[in-house]
């Protein structure tokens, strides 16, 4: 049957071009040697997103990033970048992202606008565009007060933003951040975190790899966590919390005195063992029978004699959930954990 014909004057409608994904990895495996940094790891990842990777030392995070900036060419499978292969497309996948890695690579001798204007030559700008890239990088991340001055006299919130700007002045849609706030007091911590947001509000993807759960709590859209070399979970924070899948019971007690025999009742309630929280008067277990088990043990406090400030049902914090995922990946024996001795000697 011969198709309808279109209409004189009218255009035939065309099929949607789908965008690639911001990152797409299958089987993406990287050894050095006998050792595994990445285990047949498979993960996709749209574009318009703060991608926080989360994983304890020696998960594969950093390896992942420096695959994602070919700095590390892939033993097997294939990693693609805004559908640029990492290995057939380097300099296209190159000219996609900008790099800032863990500690702050500024030269100190130089004013933070020398060393943005010296890093866009490099980049292949005249003199007039890098100094013009320079300009529009210090608006960006808010450094005009300090942009003059040698950068030996910055902070470590202000060396770190300029580190920012020196991967951003070349353009690129996707920013890797290794680590970005390493080393920081919490002043420059906020700091990094206000660029972070300034760049994704401006249409700059970001992928970062942390230590911090707060951090990613801040700024993540989209969490995957990683062990062994491997995806063992993602989702959005509100999802990663909800796959736990239950509540934390919290006390607070009102004599520290107390804390071992809460701590006794709330394991012989939930079955689960309780956590001390900061300082010592706060005491948090995961409770999987929800508001029953919540009741259960304020009858058993109310019995005791046990006095409380606070006691209540909660989700799972970040941490939480962070530390029960690697828990169990580590206590399975499903294959997301072979080779588990060497994947955690190396990032």
């Given at each position: ?14 099929a ?37 990777l ?8 950093t390896?992942?990033?420096r695959?994602?900036?070919?700095l590390?060419r892939?033993?097997?499978g ?8 990492v290995v ?6 190159r000219?996609e ?9 500024v030269?100190p ?39 003059d ?13 300029l ?17 970005p ?13 206000d ?7 401006d249409?700059?993807?970001v ?11 801040e700024?993540?859209d ?51 063992v ?5 300082g010592?008067r706060?005491?948090s277990?995961?409770?999987r029978?929800?508001a029953?088990?919540?009741?259960a043990?304020?009858?058993?406090l109310e019995?005791?004699?046990?006095a ?12 939480e959930?962070?530390?029960?995922l ?7 024996d ?13 990032r």
């Open positions: 049957m011969s198709a309808a014909a279109t209409p004189a004057g009218v255009s035939p409608l065309k949607p071009v789908l965008a690639a994904p911001l990152l797409e990895a299958r089987g993406l495996s990287v050894r050095y040697g006998k050792v595994t940094a990445l285990d047949e790891l498979e993960l996709e990842a749209a574009s318009g997103q703060v991608l926080a989360l994983g304890p030392n020696g998960a594969g995070k390896t992942f990033v695959t994602v900036a070919t590390v892939p033993t097997a294939q990693l693609l970048v805004r559908g640029r292969d057939r497309d380097a300099a296209g996948v000219r992202i900008g790099l800032a890695g863990q500690f702050a690579a030269e001798t130089m004013t933070g606008r020398e060393n943005l204007e010296m890093t866009a030559r490099l980049f292949g700008h005249g003199r007039v565009a890098a100094r013009q890239a320079a300009d529009a990088v210090i608006g960006r991340l808010s450094l005009g007060e300090v942009a001055r040698r950068t030996a006299t910055y902070s470590g919130g202000q060396r770190r933003r580190d920012l700007g020196a991967s951003l002045v070349g353009g690129p849609r996707l920013l890797l951040l290794d680590e706030t390493t080393g920081l007091d919490p002043a420059g911590r906020r700091e990094v975190w660029a972070v947001r300034s760049l994704a509000a249409g700059t993807d992928l970062l790899t942390t230590h911090y759960l707060d951090e990613a709590d700024l993540a989209q969490v995957v966590v990683i062990d062994h070399g491997r995806v063992i979970a993602s989702g959005t924070l509100g999802e990663l919390k909800a796959s736990v899948g239950r509540d934390v019971i919290e006390v607070a007690v009102a004599d520290s005195a107390a804390v071992t025999a809460v701590a006794g009742i709330l394991e012989r309630v939930t079955l689960s309780p956590r001390l929280e900061s010592d706060h005491v277990v995961p409770a029978g929800g029953a088990e919540l009741g043990v304020i009858g058993c019995d005791a004699g046990i409380v400030d606070e006691i209540g049902l909660r989700r799972p914090t970040l941490d959930v962070f530390l029960t690697t828990s169990e990946d580590d206590n399975d499903k294959p997301a954990t072979v080779g588990t001795t060497t994947n955690r000697s190396q």
